[in-house]
């Protein structure tokens, strides 16, 4: 059997602001059926990628294929394959939570027995039922969110671009969202997301691309790049500066690599046990000693620097 061709796929894409290079001839391609996250601090480049696949900022050079599409001559019938989350709250006001659905589906010539029938489909699925006639502004920031997911999918596009979903959120409500997302993606919807929490891209994103200065520097599984970046496993040490400096001196030769920060030392490692160990029976006055898995922000951190930008 053929394997299927991506749904969205990208050759030298390019996009200048004048002199200023957003998007410096980057290529990637996003499976149908997946969840594929594109990381960065401010300024990567991110944000203007997925605008140029949802066709709110045309392209300086390149190619962008979606849903098999040319996003600069077929603009139309690639909108309308594809529904939009934006970080912004853009729900109307002045109506009901069903009314916002229906109001939207105007704008993809849905019938009005279509629309309520699939907006039904959507406040059910989103577990809105007993606020399905209540304002918008009786409603929980978590509330808020899943009825902007639910208005992006009323004309059942197969591709879902997310910016930041859950910006603002509890935990318990971040948590929802996510869930939903793991059942859009079940029933074959292509998630598009971008994200400053990495949690989250933990635990939604098949594969991840991380941005930095308009170009992709890493791509693959959350899992890959932790494998490939750093360590399994990390030791961290809030001490002294006199006794961080003996104690990686100590143990350099059970350390793959290491950060040392203002504040405390970490130490990755593949054994953590033991370097923890060791650490322990040095006896140095610590005030915090302890240890956990390495993680995406571990990655995210080494690839792109911890200096604050803009």
């Not at 140029?52 to 690639?78: A, F, K, R, W």
């Not at 004309?155 to 959120?169: A, C, F, R, V």
Request: proline share 4%; with cysteine; charged share 25%.
């Amino acid at each position: 059997m053929p394997a299927q061709k991506p749904i969205v796929e990208a050759q030298s894409l390019q996009k200048n602001y004048g002199d200023l290079v957003a998007v410096n001839s980057i290529d990637f391609k996003i499976d149908a059926g997946t969840c594929f996250g594109f990381l960065g601090p401010n300024g990567a480049g991110k944000t203007t990628v997925m605008r140029m696949i949802y066709c709110t900022t045309p392209l300086s050079s390149g190619q962008l294929l979606v849903n098999h599409l040319d996003v600069m001559e077929q603009m139309s019938d690639v909108k309308r394959g594809i529904g939009v989350v934006t970080q912004d709250d853009s729900l109307d006001y002045d109506l009901n939570v069903l009314n916002n659905l229906l109001v939207y589906a105007r704008y993809y010539d849905l019938s009005p027995s279509q629309a309520l029938e699939r907006a039904e489909e959507l406040i059910d699925f989103f577990q809105l039922n007993d606020k399905r006639l209540e304002n918008v502004r009786v409603l929980s920031g978590g509330m808020k969110r899943r009825l902007q997911i639910a208005r992006a999918l009323i004309n059942k596009p197969n591709i879902l671009i997310l910016d930041e979903p859950s910006t603002g959120l509890d935990p318990q409500a971040r948590h929802h969202v996510w869930a939903k997302c793991h059942e859009l993606i079940e029933q074959g919807v292509t998630l598009l997301l971008t994200t400053h929490y990495m949690d989250e891209a933990e635990q939604l994103c098949d594969r991840l691309a991380v941005m930095d200065q308009g170009r992709i520097i890493a791509e693959g599984s959350p899992w890959d790049l932790i494998r490939s970046e750093v360590a399994p496993q990390v030791v961290e040490i809030r001490a002294e500066g006199k006794h961080r400096h003996a104690i990686l001196k100590k143990v350099a030769d059970q350390v793959e690599d290491h950060e040392s920060l203002s504040d405390r030392l970490l130490l990755y490692t593949r054994d953590s046990a033991k370097l923890y160990a060791d650490i322990h029976a040095l006896e140095l006055p610590l005030k915090t000693l302890l240890t956990r898995r390495s993680s995406l922000e571990d990655v995210f951190l080494k690839l792109t620097g911890r200096g604050l930008i803009g």
